[in-house]
């Protein structure tokens, strides 16, 4: 039972324009969540994180968004850029002393130049 | 500093023969994951380790897999003995308990069983 779901395997944006790359969680324990990047042939890097008690985070280009009553989390970037391709994780932990980190199984963005 | 190290990066064996994959953990990070990364599965946390104790090890397929953390600064995971559905990308990851639980991946173990 895949308890973090990322239900768009792959999405192409326009350089320039917005990308939107959508994460829903079953797990109501879950209170902090992260996105990784992952390029090929390398290991996931950490983008942006935010915790429960926030609805929104930002990081220059990068913004993410949590509705805990949704169970539903996203990351814009905007604008987008070539050198964001790669494919996204979104992952979750239920805090509280617990540094195990569920994944979801990625989508792969793909910016068009 | 240069970040998780794992070796080797691509291991190619046979069946029933034995492979251990190593990690080498950022400095000063307390707690080692080791992650197995499948098209069908995805990204799947086998084991973790805080303060080279092993805290949960739920994650791990079978009694063929082992993991062990003899200090701080290395980690093994082992299978034995491997299996064609073994193959995958292993990852290992570290961090320290007031990063707020952002893991640092290295570039992970491609391991294909023939």
């Known amino acids: 039972d895949q308890q973090v779901k990322q239900n768009s395997p792959s999405l192409s944006v326009q350089e320039g324009r917005i990308s939107i790359l959508n994460c829903d969680y079953t797990n109501s324990m879950f209170d902090y969540f992260l996105w990784y990047k992952k390029y090929p042939a390398e290991g996931p890097t950490f983008l942006i994180s935010i915790s429960s008690i926030k609805d929104k985070n930002e990081d220059g280009r990068f913004t993410v968004f949590l509705n805990k009553s949704a169970k539903h989390l996203s990351l814009h970037i905007v604008p987008s850029q070539p050198g964001d391709s790669a494919v996204y994780f979104c992952?979750?932990?239920?805090?509280?002393?617990?540094?195990?980190?569920?994944f979801g199984k990625g989508t792969k963005l793909s910016v068009i130049p | 500093d240069a970040g998780v190290i794992q070796s080797p990066r691509h291991e190619v064996t046979e069946m029933g023969q034995e492979v251990t994959l190593r990690c080498k953990p950022i400095s000063g990070h307390d707690y080692l994951f080791w992650y197995r990364q499948t098209m069908m599965r995805g990204l799947e946390l086998l084991i973790y380790?805080?303060?080279?104790?092993?805290?949960?090890d739920s994650g791990m397929p079978e009694d063929r897999f082992s993991a062990k953390m003899p200090n701080a600064s290395f980690s093994t995971l082992k299978i034995q003995p491997s299996e064609p559905r073994d193959s995958a990308v292993y990852f290992c990851?570290?961090?320290?308990?007031?990063?707020?639980?952002?893991?640092?991946f290295g570039q992970g173990t491609r391991l294909t069983v023939v």
């Open positions: 992952a979750a932990s239920t805090g509280a002393g617990s540094y195990q980190l569920t």
């Open positions: 990851a570290s961090s320290f308990h007031r990063d707020n639980i952002k893991a640092f």
């Open positions: 380790f805080n303060n080279n104790v092993p805290i949960d």
